[in-house]
């Protein structure tokens, strides 16, 4: 078996031990006589396994009874259009800007109602997060949106943005289970599952239960917060199969020790990585000091060839996808919860040899 060692923004790499029990259980789940894939959603063994699969979440993100998770379809990208047609009471929403999926997000929202932009760093690349205080929020505003890590441009909110009392939803796709956050300071969290929980296909909506029941009436059913939540994820078939890795994934954050010790552990990964690069002569981080992602470090050596050139040998030397998003060059090492601190320090070793070969 040749594992690389990868890095990239997603799908990515997820835990070899939960990789190894999805084989295992693959032909047939349990005592089933069947494998997960081909199962009815409605039959008591995948119940068993949906409702284990939320209790892990819940546990492992410390979330409070009046929050309902949902598990659904259609990625992250499919949140954009979802929460202002969910949430819009007033019709108008307050967006911060710190990169391309908020970007996203906000257009999103402009064709449902009055999105303003608050807060941008597109001044500069996207390299910092704006700071944000309760009075740039509009008061009639229904809720502030935020991209807590910027996937593509490696930067994450330092701490939880002051809205003062007002909704906060966030798309935490690229962070979600990377360290413990205080759910009770958002009324909407969502993300796709393929960065840092299951394989692609799965998005996780977490929200506070007062804010359901308050959708545009043509709202698309598929859409709507509460018939999934009414149905329990199951108004129609839901992605069984992702589920049940998510499930695995939980399950596995939870005996290393939960989010505490993935936050320590995550720490100590970007660490290394930031640390390397502050000390390069001739790579360097791109994002601002204060406002740098744990989980997507971006980097450069300042000339477009030579990042090709680190590109492939990193790849021939079994680090993999090392290349920066298509919209912003570069290289990006994304270092979720299933990266080992082994493959970050092989990473950096083999950074300072190229460093050496290329003076
Ligand atoms: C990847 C990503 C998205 C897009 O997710 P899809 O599941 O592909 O729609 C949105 N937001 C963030 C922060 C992401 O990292």
């Known amino acids: 078996m040749a594992r690389v060692f990868n890095f990239s923004a997603g799908p990515s790499m997820l835990p070899l031990e939960v990789l190894e029990t999805a084989q295992k259980e693959l032909i047939e789940f349990g005592n089933s ?5 081909e199962m009815s959603h409605r039959s008591p ?5 949906i ?16 929050y309902k998770v949902l598990f659904l379809q259609g990625g992250a990208s499919t949140q954009f259009a979802a929460v202002p047609l969910n949430l819009m009471k007033t019709g108008k929403a307050d967006y911060v800007v710190s990169g391309q999926f908020s970007g996203k997000a906000f257009k999103e929202a402009k064709k449902y109602g009055d999105a303003k932009c608050i807060a941008t760093s ?11 205080t309760p009075d740039m929020v509009r008061e009639d505003a229904d809720y502030v949106h935020v991209c807590y890590n910027n996937t593509i441009f490696g ?7 002051n ?22 300071k958002f009324g909407v969290i969502y993300a796709g599952a393929q960065k840092n929980m299951a394989p692609a296909g799965l998005t996780v909506v977490i929200i506070r239960e007062d804010l359901m029941g308050n959708a545009r009436e043509d709202i698309p059913t598929m859409l709507d917060y509460k018939t999934m939540a009414d149905n329990d994820s199951m108004y129609n078939t839901p992605p069984c199969y992702a589920i049940y890795i998510a499930g695995l994934v939980y399950k596995w954050a939870l005996e290393n020790g939960g989010l505490e010790a993935m936050k320590e552990r995550n720490e100590k990964k970007a660490n290394i990585l930031y640390d390397f690069l502050d000390n390069s002569t001739l790579f360097k981080a791109t994002a601002e000091k204060n406002s740098r992602s744990m989980m997507n470090v971006c980097f450069v050596t300042g000339d477009a060839d030579l990042d090709k050139k680190f590109c492939k040998e990193a790849a ?31 990473l950096v070793e083999f950074m300072a040899k190229f460093e050496q070969e290329n003076k």
């Open 33 to 37: 006589g069947m494998s997960v894939m």
């Open 45 to 49: 063994v995948y119940d068993a396994i």
């Open 51 to 66: 409702k284990e699969t939320e209790a892990n979440f819940r546990k492992l993100m410390n979330i409070p009874d009046n």
């Open 122 to 132: 597109e001044d500069k690349t996207f390299s910092y997060i704006p700071e944000i």
């Open 155 to 161: 930067t994450k909110f330092p701490e939880v943005p």
């Open 163 to 184: 809205v003062g009392d007002k909704v906060l939803v966030a798309d935490m796709s690229s962070c979600i289970t990377s360290e413990p956050v205080d759910v009770t």
């Open 316 to 346: 021939d030397a079994g680090f993999v996808n090392l290349k920066g998003h298509r919209s912003v060059g570069g290289m990006r090492a994304s270092i979720y919860n299933a990266m080992p601190i082994e493959g970050v320090e092989a």
